[in-house]
């Protein structure tokens, strides 16, 4: 088969586009055959070798799989070769752990494509347990652009930021893959949103999506502007996909009692409270968040089918031009999101 492969950790040069073995399902395994894989940041970490170099090479990265299934092996009763599937984009990788619920509070939860091999290739091996039918009727590129955003933005807005009918919602970066797909969530979920963006190609997609009002970061202060909006109190609740810069103005518009969700570090690794007695004197909360569940994920897939949430894809490409894909993400130039064809020329 054909696969972008990493042959080592560091810049988009690592990634090799050529031919593999073609895998073989194992007992309780199946085959899918890749139709589109969306693009994540996290990508660019398991190549750059931030997130580990424990990963024996060549080694398949990409955790938006979306296909039919090509091959079952022994044992597997709920799928047929030709049903078309979601590939779970992160599941436990120990066996042992895959009864622990939710799972995404295993130890060896990683999103799929971290320890296993993962999308960018015309099949890909996974165990049928982390397999769901698709029953969105979304083309393979659109589709490809959003399991991963999805669970991470339910578990961080609905299960962690307890995001309801009117809380009143910060979003940083929304046009991200990540914070486009927040903006969804926590619309369907009835709340008024406040996002951030950096162009206005960016403003037109946050808009789109259904943000209430939009800051251009570059030009307006973030903190007044979403003072403005929400009154002087601050806002309910932080979604925040970027961290570090952004973490001193998350604290500073946040009400009393309210809570900032991080779940990224594309802004820095480290982040600074500013001052620690307005932080516990009003007693905010700051909370981490990892992925999510398959019953997070299901809930997220039905928003989908109702209509309630789109694709924000930016462009589909040539899985050949996987390194074009990743060069755009490292330079911010995509507005939403990504995805691979592994069948296209």
């Known amino acids: 088969m054909l696969a972008a492969m990493m042959t080592g950790f560091g810049d988009i040069d690592v990634l090799e586009f050529g031919e ?45 799989i979306v296909g039919q299934i090509e091959e079952i092996g022994s044992g597997v009763k709920s799928f047929s070769p030709g049903d078309r599937v979601i590939v779970a984009p992160g599941y436990p990788c120990d066996p042992g752990e895959w009864d622990i619920t939710p799972e995404n509070e295993a ?29 969105t009727n979304l083309s393979p590129e659109e589709l490809a652009t959003i399991p991963l955003v999805l669970v991470t933005a339910v578990h961080a807005v609905r299960t962690l930021g307890k995001v309801t009918d009117g809380t009143r919602v910060l ?8 914070g486009s797909m927040v903006i969804q969530v926590a619309k369907a979920l009835g709340a008024d949103v406040i996002t951030t963006v950096s162009t206005t190609e960016k403003e037109a997609l946050a808009r789109s999506l259904g943000a209430d009002e939009v800051i251009r970061y570059r030009e307006s202060d973030v903190g007044a502007k979403t003072r403005e909006w929400a009154g002087q109190e601050g806002v309910d609740v932080v979604i925040d996909p970027v961290g570090g810069v952004t973490m001193a103005t998350n604290l500073d518009v946040l009400r009393p009692r309210g809570t900032v969700v991080n779940f990224g570090l594309s802004g820095g690794v480290e982040a600074t409270i500013p001052h620690l007695y307005p932080f516990f004197r009003n007693e905010r909360k700051l909370v981490g968040s990892w992925m999510g569940s398959m019953a997070e994920l299901k ?40 995805a691979l064809l592994p069948w296209s020329a």
Do not use: C
Request: hydrophobic share 40%; glycine share 10%.
């Open 20 to 64: 593999i073995d073609t895998p073989s399902p194992r007992p309780g395994y199946v085959v899918v055959k890749v139709e589109a894989v969306g693009t994540n940041y996290y990508d660019t970490l398991v190549r750059s070798g931030a997130v580990t170099r424990e990963i024996l090479l060549p080694h398949v990265v990409g955790s938006d």
């Open 107 to 135: 130890p060896s939860y990683f999103p799929t494509g971290t320890y296993s091999w993962g999308g960018y290739a015309q099949y890909v091996e996974v165990p049928a347990r982390w397999v769901i039918p698709d029953e």
């Open 171 to 178: 979003v940083q970066a929304g046009a991200s893959g990540s």
């Open 299 to 338: 809930f997220g897939l039905d928003l989908v089918r109702q209509g309630k949430i789109r694709s924000a894809l930016h462009k589909a490409l040539p899985l050949s031009q996987a390194r074009e894909a990743h060069r755009m993400m490292s330079r911010a130039e995509v507005v939403g999101k990504l």
